[in-house]
């Protein structure tokens, strides 16, 4: 089993590595990464140009601990994450976001973050 799960890994992060050639995040359209555990998602806000992560947020930060201990699902959370991380960005005047799935499949739990990001006001 463990030998598997090595190769997935190997797998995701060949894919995202071919995903960074084409996407490059700046200070005014910074890069969304996401992360996602067995347990948790996290999404960072990353500006390429001066190598800095801006803010980020997960499923684990205090501010959305109550809404996300009364979700049902980790799709649930992850479109709460996705909404948290919008409301950061519009409180440091961001509007637009390259999304970087970081060579996860875009569907499930990152589909559903990117939802909630949306539905929070950012553009991709």
Do not use: C, W
């Amino acid at each position: 089993m463990f030998k598997k799960a090595k190769k997935i890994k190997a797998i995701r992060l060949r894919r995202h590595k071919h995903i960074l050639k084409k996407i490059q995040g700046t200070p005014n359209r910074p890069r969304l990464v996401v992360f996602r555990s067995n347990k948790n998602i996290f999404a960072q806000l990353v500006d390429d140009v001066s190598h800095k992560v801006l803010f980020g947020t997960s499923t684990l930060t205090k501010d959305i601990a109550q809404d996300v201990g009364k979700a049902k699902s980790k799709v649930e959370k992850a479109t709460l994450v996705g909404k948290q991380i919008a409301g950061l960005a519009k409180k440091h005047k961001i509007s637009e976001v390259v999304f970087d799935r970081n060579g996860y499949l875009y569907h499930g739990r990152v589909k559903a973050l990117a939802e909630g990001a949306r539905e929070g006001g950012l553009k991709f």
